[in-house]
């Protein structure tokens, strides 16, 4: 059983920044990817960014240029992993999920509220 523990949503004005981070309980599992997902009301839950043990990323084409996803340094697992979210959208409002993967199955945080005021 992998554990997520999301911090960092808020409040921020357009055009702004906030640093998201999804810290996940150290266990005996080896987790290869973990990344960021939203999902508005009504929506259907999306990726935002996902980076892998390997350090290979990829984006959401709505945020490329803006978000930048990281990792820790952790030898062939991911602990922590972070995302730089900046020149913030009224459209980025909602709820954000970290989400890791370990041994074939799928753990999801309980989110985090972004959001971006005008």
């Known amino acids: 059983q992998v554990q997520l523990v999301e911090s960092g949503g808020g409040l921020v004005q357009t055009g702004g920044s906030l640093r998201l981070s999804c810290a996940a309980s150290r266990n005996i599992f080896t987790i290869s990817a973990m990344g960021w997902y939203r999902q508005a009301p009504g929506n259907q839950r999306e990726l935002v960014a996902r980076i892998t043990t390997g350090g290979r990323t990829n984006y959401a084409d709505a945020v490329k240029g803006r978000f930048t996803i990281s990792r820790d340094n952790a030898k062939n697992t991911i602990n922590t992993i972070y995302l730089q979210m900046n020149s913030l959208k009224s459209e980025d409002t909602t709820v954000y999920y970290c989400?890791?993967?370990?041994?074939?199955?799928?753990?999801w945080g309980q989110g985090t509220q972004v959001t971006v005021s005008s």
């Open positions: 989400k890791a993967n370990s041994g074939g199955a799928a753990y």
